[in-house]
């Protein structure tokens, strides 16, 4: 199994463009996760989902939209990407809600 | 490469001594922890959870405490290896909360040979 897949790995986007970053697990998780790390943040949730067709806000949302057409997939879009996006970010699904998450390697995005 | 905070918490520890990494974390509902490794250039993976209706659970050199009354949680090593530097994370799932699992800021471990 590949477990949980980012693509792509990296990524330098000029203000103002957009972009989606794609998740892909096969472990038939249910749940699914954004997060963005940044120096000195830690993790910071972003969207997430309970399950097909399902979304959820994190803790910072805004000028992010997901969307997860299909149990597998959690999508990540920028629309206007701006500097303050700068950042690493990780994807991560699990089986259940209280149980351990499975992370991708991330995806490292900067925006000039 | 380097992907985590240049100015997290440091732990220095000497080779084969235990460590004790800490965390306070902030809602006294949050009914499940996790502690997640996050070695450079990687994303962060599972070491060990304990849920909230109990107070110690061991794993392999690991030992997870968890205080609720003062809402503390800490994460021991057993005769800390090379291999332990990383950063180290505290999770806390709360259900009631729309099923959201929230991260602590981290603690770097540093193992001197």
């Known amino acids: 199994n590949a477990g949980v897949t980012q693509t792509p790995k990296f990524r330098v986007l000029k203000t103002g463009q957009s972009m989606t970053l794609l998740c892909a697990q096969d472990?038939?998780?249910?749940?699914m996760y954004w997060y963005r790390q940044d120096p000195g943040m830690g993790l910071r949730l972003i969207h997430y989902?309970?399950?097909?067709?399902?979304?959820a806000k994190g803790e910072v949302p805004d000028g992010y939209n997901v969307s997860r057409l299909k149990k597998q997939n959690f999508l990540l879009g920028l629309e206007s990407a701006a500097p303050s996006q700068t950042s690493v970010y990780f994807c991560?699904?699990?089986?259940?809600?209280?149980?351990?998450?499975?992370f991708g390697n991330g995806t490292r995005l900067t925006v000039t | 490469g380097e992907s985590v905070g240049l100015h997290l918490p440091t732990l220095s520890v000497q080779e084969g001594d235990n460590s004790i990494i800490n965390c306070a974390y902030s809602?006294?509902?949050?009914?499940?922890f996790i502690w997640y490794k996050q070695e450079s250039g990687k994303g962060p993976q599972f070491i060990i959870d304990?849920?909230?209706?109990?107070d110690k659970r061991q794993g392999q050199r690991v030992t997870v405490l968890l205080n609720k009354t003062v809402k503390h949680l800490s994460l021991q090593i057993a005769a800390t290896q090379p291999g332990d530097s990383a950063v180290y994370f505290c999770?806390?799932?709360?259900?009631?909360?729309?099923?959201?699992?929230?991260f602590g800021g981290g603690t770097r471990v540093l193992v001197k040979p």
């Open positions: 999770a806390e799932f709360q259900a009631a909360a729309g099923n959201k699992l929230t």
């Open positions: 809602n006294s509902a949050s009914d499940y």
């Open positions: 991560a699904s699990t089986a259940r809600g209280n149980s351990p998450l499975h």
């Open positions: 472990m038939n998780h249910e749940y």
């Open positions: 304990i849920r909230s209706n109990m």
């Open positions: 989902s309970v399950g097909e067709g399902t979304t």
